[in-house]
């Protein structure tokens, strides 16, 4: 059965006859030059690739001697592309892209794969692949493709014990206790992947860390992993605790700017390095939630990562730093502390030191607007942090494709210089000129069969690489590449696949936190309604202080006669938000407190609107099941069955939320359910 482990590498056969037999003339021998791990795992997928594609093992040559010659080699391995000039375009596209082409070579047709690197060369050989597998021509090839940005990394937040925080697909990939002897083949699966969407980094373990990782019985085991990835150009990096030099270093304290700490940590780096001497650098979340950090010897958050920084420095390691810091101690919105505590940081750290910000300012939300903390910090590059794994989007049950969060993030106008200064360009580092420039994805992967639960999360992380790889691209567009990938290129049953998936995010934005509303679930779990979530001992952790609804209204008003978290925003995006004319109502309780009959753009009272959404939210994913119902026979049998089971759990789950949701805030509205609507129960 189809069961969802080849992702979106499945290469089953060209289905259509004419075009397998277009594909078979461009591919009637392969020369592949080089000779390295990385060229080795390029050959394989290549021959992987067209012998279940094209159902072909074409013959490797040395020369072109007939058409659909396919010449595959960096241009220092290749000499015959040494006449083709290509030096400029090769400029171009850097130490990871590549270039693909369409050329004569003897006069017969050939097409080239190459570029500067090796791992560049299996990028495009990825790239090949996937022209077969949706349905694109091989002739007239031109094409040049270089990632935009230096640093796409996935974080996985795994615990040494196979747990994974905020995972809902199984256990964890890393079978410490049989590593470093036992290497499941699953590891080098993985690895493609990542490869094939360009992810040339992963943190292994969680970012609440555990400071055993560091010590040598763990390296050992990170060694072997890091052998399986090298050749697919994935670096691997670790989690550090702050304290670590105290627990398994036995030191007394582990304040950063005491010499002998700074000198345990370069000492362990350098034996870090002695394992993998490759080794890519630490994550740290640190005076957040509880973890240890510089705050706890009075220091700050660039006095703590430069140190580290420092430790990594000369092997050409990085340290990112996250920027996810709130404390309940501390007695304002929530959603300022970060930008509060690093602004005054900027250019404050080490060259080799990102600061890693997650997309919103208070926690990985169906919705938020983006991170004041974007175009704030000109001298530090800044990272983005995006959650794949779906903590408050319905776990692994829920279909939401997060592509339309993701981009909505990036394509956000800080105007930190001006109109145009959007979140991708910051983080591309083209606005203010970073040196280095990253994304990284919370990691929505376990041991399940399908890899993320439920077999759409795939496109989570699919499309996370690629907009780690290109900001630019539409989600829609890869919605639709990793539909033929993964499910078919059968246009009707795409179409219908790309309906369901373009809308599903705005659906679980519907039924759980319409209209700016956030933080609504569950207490601790965040699963499920929990509106009515208040008095425990964090208050930031309850729903009540998000909502704040009350006779008088709902929303958190931040605002200048409020919180005035809004004044971290640039004054042209402040001046939008913060007037009700212009506020996006998308956004609207996440910055206003405003009555229960405040006027809505459709002319309705917000109480009224605010059901509505609910009630669409609910409307929408009963389409979503009746357009999956009509996919029957046009997928495969066992992926049919697992969506229509996980929507029907979905709808039920839907249905909680608006009810729940609706009851809960009507005690405060004391309005009717507008006529017409089903009686919430
Ligand atoms: O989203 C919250 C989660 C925590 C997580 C934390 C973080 C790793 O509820 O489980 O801890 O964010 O990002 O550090």
Not at 93 to 101: A, D, L, N, S, V
Not at 195 to 214: C, D, E, K
Not at 356 to 361: E, L, S, T
Not at 428 to 437: F, T
Request: with cysteine.
């Amino acid at each position: 059965a189809e069961d969802g482990y080849r992702l979106w590498l499945r290469y089953d056969k060209v289905e259509n006859a004419q075009q397998l037999a277009a594909y078979k003339q461009s591919v009637t021998q392969v020369l592949f030059s080089g000779n390295s791990p990385t060229i080795s795992a390029a050959r394989k997928e290549l021959f992987q690739g067209l012998s279940g594609l094209l159902q072909l093992q074409p013959t490797e040559t040395k020369t072109v001697s007939q058409n659909g010659a396919l010449l595959i080699g960096t241009i220092a391995t290749t000499p015959i592309l040494s006449e083709l000039n290509l030096k400029s375009s090769l400029e171009k596209i850097g130490t990871e892209g590549f270039f693909i082409k369409s050329v004569k070579i003897n006069q017969k047709n050939a097409t080239i794969i190459t570029a500067n690197t090796d791992t560049g060369v299996l990028y495009g050989v990825f790239h090949f692949l996937k022209l077969i597998q949706t349905g694109q021509s091989l002739s007239n090839l031109s094409i040049e493709n270089s990632p935009k940005l230096t640093h796409r990394i996935l974080n996985h937040w795994d615990n040494l014990d196979r747990t994974v925080e905020r995972g809902y697909a199984g256990f964890s990939l890393w079978e410490w206790h049989k590593l470093p002897d036992y290497l499941d083949p699953r590891y080098t699966d993985y690895a493609r992947a990542n490869a094939s969407v360009g992810i040339n980094g992963t943190v292994l373990t969680n970012v609440n860390a555990n400071a055993l990782i560091l010590t040598p019985a763990f390296l050992e085991k990170v060694k072997a992993l890091a052998g399986i990835f090298r050749p697919y150009g994935i670096k691997v990096y670790l989690t550090t605790r702050f304290s670590a030099p105290v627990e398994i270093g036995g030191l007394k304290t582990a304040d950063p700017l005491d010499a002998e700490v700074q000198m345990w940590w370069k000492k362990k780096a350098e034996e870090i390095y002695t394992y993998i001497p490759d080794f890519g650098g630490f994550l740290v979340k640190a005076n957040s939630e509880g973890q240890p950090g510089p705050q706890n010897y009075g220091r700050n958050h660039a006095d703590g990562a430069n140190m580290l920084a420092d430790a990594v420095a000369s092997k050409g390691g990085i340290v990112m730093w996250r920027a996810f810091v709130y404390d309940d101690k501390v007695p304002d919105d929530r959603a300022k502390q970060a930008y509060n505590e690093f602004t005054p940081l900027n250019g404050k750290f080490r060259k080799n030191v990102f600061v890693q910000v997650k997309n919103g300012a208070i926690d990985f939300q169906p919705r938020e607007p983006f991170h004041p903390l974007f175009g704030a910090m000109p001298q530090t590059p800044l990272m983005m942090e995006f959650q794949l794994t779906q903590e408050y989007l319905g776990f692994a049950t829920h279909l939401a494709y997060l592509a339309p969060l993701f981009k909505e993030c990036l394509d956000s106008d800080t105007y930190a210089k001006g109109k145009g200064a959007t979140v991708a360009k910051v983080i591309d580092g083209s606005l203010h000129k970073y040196s280095m420039s990253g994304m990284a994805g919370v990691a929505n992967i376990g041991n399940d069969r399908n890899w993320t639960g439920h077999p759409f999360g795939q496109a989570n992380w699919y499309s996370y690489g690629r907009l780690a790889w290109n900001p630019a691209l539409s989600a829609e567009e890869i919605a639709e590449e990793w539909i033929q990938m993964t499910f078919t290129n059968d246009s009707k049953a795409l179409n219908s696949i790309k309906e369901i998936i373009m809308g599903s995010r705005e659906a679980v934005v519907n039924y759980m936190t319409p209209l700016g509303l956030a933080h609504l679930m569950g207490y601790s779990h965040h699963y499920g309604p929990g509106p009515w979530v208040s008095n425990k001992k964090r208050d930031d952790w309850t729903a009540t202080y998000y909502h704040k609804a009350d006779s008088a209204g709902i929303g958190f008003n931040r605002t200048s006669t409020g919180s005035k978290a809004l004044s971290q925003y640039f004054p042209p995006v402040k001046a939008q938000l913060e007037n009700l004319q212009t506020c996006p109502e998308k956004y609207l309780l996440w910055f206003h407190h405003l009555p229960w009959t405040h006027r809505m753009k459709s002319e309705k009272t917000l109480w009224e609107d605010l059901v509505g959404h609910y009630y669409l939210g609910v409307e929408q994913v009963r389409n979503m099941q009746k357009t999956w119902d009509s996919l029957k026979g046009s997928i495969d049998e066992y992926r049919f069955a697992q969506v229509k089971s996980l929507l029907s759990i979905q709808e039920k789950e839907a249905v909680l939320w608006r009810n729940s949701c609706v009851l809960y805030f009507q005690q405060f509205s004391k309005m009717p359910i507008p006529a017409g609507y089903e009686k919430p129960a």
